[in-house]
Every structure is written in C-alpha cells, then in structure tokens.
C-alpha cells in the first residue's frame, strides 16, 4: 500500500555484505508515525534484529544509517542523520548524528534509512544513486585517509556534489573510538560506530540524489526558514560568531573546562595576553612559567591556558579564517581555521570545536591553538572521536605522571600533561594500534585501565566505558545524572545543561517546567527537568534536526505536521523521544547494562582540589537519589531501572517483551 | 556625584557588541557608587538574558556582585555543547 504518509520516501534498504543481497522494504505509515526516524530507526531496528550477546565487531551487528521526516527540507537545521550499531565501546546501544551535507544527500537519493549486515570478504563500498544501491570495490581506498578517500570516490564517478560517509584509517584498524565522518569536518563520533564499519570491511557509503519525498506543506515550511533567517537570527547571532569555541573561557571560569584528565575544571597559562589592550598586563600574567600544568592548576585560580584556546582568541588572533555551516543553514558555527609554518593544516577539515579544545587541549594540559588546530585535521583524516581519545591520552598523561603506567610500557614517549610532541605522536600510534602503547590506548581509557589495576580504572573518566565530553558534572549535576542514565554512556548530545536553565526556563515551558533551579541542585523536580530534556532531545534526534537551532517546540511541532501531513502534538512527539529512550534502555538491559552501569566515575564524585569549584563534588548519595527519581518519572522501575509494563503499554513497546530475556538466534 | 563614580573597563565577547550603539567590543562605563554587575549590564544596553557568564577581572561572579573603580568586566554569551 503506497505511504499516506508525506516527508517520507516510504522505502528502506538492506544490504547485506556477507551475501550481497540488496533488498527493499516499505514499513508503511504506522512504522513511520512511531519512530519517526533517526535514533527512533536505529532503535527498532537494533532492538529487532541485533542478537544479545553477539560481538559489536563480529558480523552479526548491524549498522544502521538513518535520516528522519525532517532531513533535508529546506529550512535551518534539517542537515542531519544518526548512525547506529551495538557499540563495541560500551557493549550496548550506539548512536551518534551529524551535520553536514550526506543525510540530505542520502534522502534524496530516493531512501529513509539503509541496513547493513553481515561483513565483505574484502574492502567494500556503498553507491546509491537516485534510488540505486550497488557495492563496489574500495580496495584502492582501504588505508587512505578520508581527504584522498573522498576525492577518489568523487573522481570515480566523475561527481564532485558526491557526499561520502566514510571511516579513515582509525575505522579501519577498529579502534573502539573511530567515527563515521562526512564532508570530512561532521562526525558520528562517539561510541566507535566508525570501528563497527571497518569490522564490516566496509569503508563508506557515497550517495548522489536529485528527488526529495513530497511534504505537505511546503509554504509553511519556507516561511518559518524565512523567520529563522530573519527574526530569529537574532537568536543564533553569539554561535555564528564565535562559534562553539567561544565558550570555553566561560568555561573554565565555571570550573567546567576539563582539564588534566578531568581533575581539574580550570587551565590556567603560561604567558597569557591581557584581557584589554595589546600588550600583555604584567599584573594579570600568571606566575606559571616555571610551574608544571598540575601544579599551576593546584595553585593558580586563574585562566590564561583557557584564554589562549577559546574562540575568542581564535578570532582575534586571525587564526580563524572562515566559518561554515550544514545544509540549508545559515547559523555557520563550524570553523575554518590558517595554516602556519608550525603546523600545516588543511582547511577542508576544518576547525576545532569546544569538544577538541577541550578534550585534546585543556584535558592533556595543551594550551597552544595551532597545535590543537592540527590535531583537530588529523583525527578528522584519521576519523577517530576527539572526546574519547582526548579524554583517553589525558587519562594516560595522568597515569604516566603518576606511575601507574610503568616506562616500559611507554614506548618511548614522554606523555607528560602539555607535551605537544608526544601528545600529537601518541594520536598517529592510535589510529594505527602502532606499538603497545597505541594498541592499548586505541580500546579507550577504561579497558586500558583494567591493564593497570583498581587505581588507574578509577581515573578512567567514563560512564558504560565510554569518556565524559568537555561538560562537568561537578559544575552541572543534572547533566552528571543524565551521563549516567544516558543509553550511550556519558554522551552531551541526548543530555541536560543545568546552567541553560538557572534564571529561566523559556525552552521548557511548552513542557509545564517553569521554575528555574540551581546548576547543583538534585531535587526530584530538577529530575523532572533532566527526563522532560532528555526525551526532547531523543525526539530531536530522531526527526532529527539540529538542535543549536533555537526552534520552539511548538514550532517544531508545526514543522513536523508541514513535512509529513500528520495533525501532530508536541505530546505525541515527546512520546516518541520517551519511546526511544525507553527502547535503548531495554536493549541494554537485554546486553546486561543494567542499573549497576548507570553510575559516574569516581572522579565526578571526588571535590576538586582547587579553582573555582575548590572543595566541590558530585554528592553521590544525592545523585542516587535522583537516579531513582529520574527511573519512577521515565516508569521504571525506581531501584533497577526495568521498564514497568504499564510504561510499555504507554509507548505501544509491548511487542518488545516477545524478545525477552534474550536472544539467541544469529539471524 | 565628585568622587562617587566608578569607571568600569567591559568587554562584551562575541555578538554582544552588537547590542551596543556603535557596535564596540571594548568600552568603559562610568556608573554610580556601588553599582552591581547587574546595573552595568542594564546601562550596556545589553539585554540580561544576553549574558551567559560575567567575569571581574578574571573571576565568575554573580550579578549582585558590587564594582569597583577600574575594574575589568567581561560579558559572555551563553553557549553549550559542541
């Protein structure tokens, strides 16, 4: 029966690497209307047909690619996908989404989604084209970096509007962090989707299309990107200019910059330039200069490491050369950053981002910009997620200065906290598992803890295994406790930023929350506030739209019904995030990530030593607390976290207790 | 009042700057005795939920923060994730 439903293309693809089959399936307007897309794809999809048990990098993962009814329409924020597989990081559900250009280019190459199972006997990829799927040779692409890898593809096709999903060299080898990245500067980062595509020997899918699915409503859909890009600029001006890199002097000013592995929350510099004027103001340089970065972050409450990183400092140095943005959107927050004789940096793999100013800079005590800069080009070339391996080198720096890695096991390099030469090294041994160093660090912080015993698991920054991103939950506690209960371990991008929410709520007030809390506090209300955002953000990721697009709630809800004809309510969308969130959690429990993984590193709950949060942790007792409050609002089970019957009679999920307890078919 | 005013260095980061009349990033008030970040923000002309973050002379502080004369301010947007 054709799809009633609009915005859609009513079709989804299979392609099965052992066999080679490319197949074709129509879910019809039920399916559609109750997972939407994106992460509500990827969790139907993982939860039927991914079996318990199976190895993550073993050919009976699947990885899903997932556009939803929003992708590619013609208004700010549509230039989106996710990707999805069980994560061999966490052992459980993985998802990531990006930007760019490839998920508009994919919808309108005439698919919704596209399934890939079981593995090639040798390097393949993916071409779709205008509603046709063939697997073609990639053996003259297996080893390139993902720049060469593009153009290849491109020239083979003699296509350059050719958008290329790809995993570089880091995919390839299967480190546990590699991404999927796409027009060379948009990652699915986290989780090692990236590694799930290498074991498949699969190294990209390239798409070209000319026909986007017919909405309902198109003059609404141009009038509110009209409004965005006139009333509402207003709202994305700050992003736009400095990008997400201008926050990271605020940050540290909070105590939420991380630095050291996560020790610290401010960086303090060596040498830092005045706040006003050109010349350097004797009075404001730190005394650091002779100081190590540890004993300059124990001592000195100050932020001049942080200064000379933020996107303040990229501007006024003119080492920021141009901006760039996604798919219809006129935001541009993505950065383009100068070449120099230091350092040699491709511009088309952009610039650095607060994640990898923080997690590659500060974290590993790195306060050099270029430097950064060019790290940023080749985990981009290499594909492999800034936030995991920053967090996994600065664990390391701190292991090593501590002892807890023996020299031996070094390899001969001196990974000391704000050494740039080792710490640029260390990442070229990673994405290649070059060496015994290489090789450990490329399966992340917390299994190459487990090498080292109790001591250096506990400064392992991780929650299900995979490492915190640059936002601290000593700072923000709703956001530590959404690290905990988040279905992909501690991810920022399904999560809740107390400091957005303590003068006002405005966001939320479609969602009945009108009552602005402190960053600190855990009442079962700030609860309330973190499950309301949590599940928001899963419909965001599931429509799926950008969510630094200041779009209402009720606006989205308008978007929505334009592109695909439904008479939708923001209830019924906030349902489909609560179903998503509650379908991830029963596919973890299925891989036994049960509540006993629902809970922060001990670092997170350890005060600080020093800066502007001396004396402050996380209160476990209080964030326990509100985990159960978190589980009863979400109708789960308050102490494990078991979805109730009733909750999965609210969400239409009852069909997944026919797949209980487990799994043991392969196919 | 001779003797009462305080003259305050500000620095409004980013888009800020475009709340000022003529679009300076970097600018000094002179405000009353005793006046509080709060009451800097207001005679900037800079909306207050525009404000993410102030910092005196290098530090966070709150917005009941009283000034004092020849102070560095520093307004940020707010700005997450990335």
Redesign the interface.
């Known amino acids: 029966m054709p799809l009633e439903t609009k915005g859609y293309h009513g079709k989804i693809a299979r392609v099965n690497l052992t066999t080679g089959a490319i197949t074709m399936e129509e879910p019809g307007d039920e399916f559609y209307r109750t997972y939407v897309g994106g992460h509500g794809f990827i969790s139907y999809f993982l939860f039927r047909e991914v079996p318990a048990g199976c190895d993550p990098l073993g050919p009976q993962n699947k990885l899903v690619f997932a556009t939803g009814a929003l992708t590619g329409l013609p208004f700010a924020g549509s230039g989106r996908h996710a990707i999805g597989a069980k994560s061999p990081l966490t052992g459980g559900y993985g998802a990531g989404e990006a930007g760019g250009f490839w998920g508009n280019e994919f919808k309108r190459a005439g698919f919704d989604a596209l399934i890939v199972e079981g593995a090639s006997a040798k390097p393949v990829y993916i071409w779709i084209k205008d509603g046709e799927i063939a697997i073609r040779d990639a053996a003259h692409l297996w080893g390139l970096e993902c720049k060469p890898a593009e153009q290849a593809v491109r020239d083979e096709h003699n296509d350059q509007r050719i958008r290329f999903a790809q995993i570089g060299p880091a995919g390839e080898n299967k480190v546990l962090y590699a991404t999927i990245s796409n027009d060379l500067n948009e990652f699915v980062g986290r989780g090692g989707m990236g590694a799930v595509m290498g074991s498949k020997n699969l190294k990209g899918v390239a798409c070209r299309g000319t026909k986007l699915p017919d909405v309902a409503d198109m003059k609404t859909i141009l009038e509110m990107n009209k409004w965005m890009a006139t009333d509402g600029k207003?709202l994305y001006?700050?992003?736009?200019?400095?990008?997400?890199?201008?926050?990271t002097?605020?940050?540290s000013?909070?105590g939420n910059l991380p630095t050291l592995n996560f020790r610290f929350g401010h960086f303090p510099g060596r040498g830092l330039p005045a706040?006003?004027g050109d010349a350097p103001d004797q009075d404001?340089v730190d005394a650091t200069e002779t100081l190590s970065p540890t004993e300059a972050c124990l001592t000195a409450?100050?932020?001049g490491g942080a200064e000379k990183i933020t996107?303040?400092t990229m501007k006024d140095t003119g080492f920021l050369i141009g901006t760039e943005g996604c798919f219809a959107c006129g935001v541009k927050c993505k950065r383009v950053v100068a070449s120099s004789d230091r350092y040699r940096v491709d511009p088309d793999y952009g610039g650095p981002?607060?994640?990898t100013i923080g997690m590659m800079g500060s974290n590993c005590g790195v306060d050099d910009l270029e430097a950064v800069g060019y790290a940023n080009m080749r985990l981009g070339a290499l594909g492999m997620d800034s936030v995991s391996c920053g967090a996994t080198i600065g664990w390391a720096m701190e292991c090593a200065e501590k002892g807890l890695i023996p020299q031996e096991d070094l390899d001969g390099l001196d990974l000391r906290f704000g050494n740039v030469e080792a710490w640029l090294e260390v990442i070229e041994r990673i994405a290649y598992r070059k060496g015994p160093i290489g090789n450990l660090l490329a399966d992340g912080s917390y299994r190459a803890g487990q090498k080292y015993g109790p001591e250096a698991v506990a400064l392992a920054p991780v929650v299900k295994k995979q490492e915190h991103p640059?936002?601290e939950p000593r700072v923000k506690h709703g956001l530590g406790l959404g690290y905990m209960v988040s279905p992909t371990g501690a991810d920022?991008?399904h999560n809740f930023?107390d400091?957005?929410y303590t003068?006002?709520t405005t966001p939320l007030h479609p969602l009945g929350i009108t009552k602005p809390l402190p960053a600190n506090d855990l009442s079962p209300e700030k609860a309330r506030m973190v499950a309301y955002t949590v599940n928001w953000r899963h419909f965001q990721n599931s429509a799926i739209y950008c969510?630094?697009l200041p779009w209402t709630m009720e606006q989205v809800t308008d978007l929505v019904s334009a592109a695909t004809g439904w008479k939708t309510s923001l209830f019924e969308l906030i349902k489909v995030g609560e179903r998503v969130n509650t379908l991830s959690r029963l596919f973890n429990l299925r891989e036994g990530l049960t509540h006993e993984t629902d809970k922060l590193s001990k670092r997170f709950l350890t005060a600080f030593e020093s800066g502007?949060l001396k004396g402050v942790g996380v209160p476990e007792d209080k964030v326990m607390e509100a985990r159960r409050a978190y589980y009863a609002l979400n109708g789960w089970d308050p102490e494990t976290g078991v979805p109730t019957d009733g909750k999965l009679y609210d969400l239409d999920l009852t069909w997944t207790k026919r797949y209980e307890p487990s799994l043991s078919s392969a196919d | 009042m001779e003797g009462s005013s305080l003259v305050i260095h500000v620095r409004a980061q980013g888009h800020l700057k475009q709340f000022r009349p003529d679009k300076q990033e970097r600018f000094s008030l002179e405000l009353p005795a005793e006046a509080t970040v709060r009451l800097l923000i207001e005679a900037s002309g800079i909306p207050w939920d525009e404000v993410g973050l102030v910092a005196v002379n290098g530090r966070q502080v709150e917005e009941s923060q009283v000034l004092a004369s020849g102070d560095d301010v520093m307004l940020m947007a707010p700005m997450e994730g990335g």
């Open positions: 207003k001006a700050g992003l736009g200019e400095l990008g997400t890199a201008g926050g002097l605020g940050s000013m909070q706040m006003h404001r409450d100050t932020h996107g303040q981002e607060y994640e640059a936002h920022h991008m930023h400091t957005g003068k006002r969510m630094f502007p």
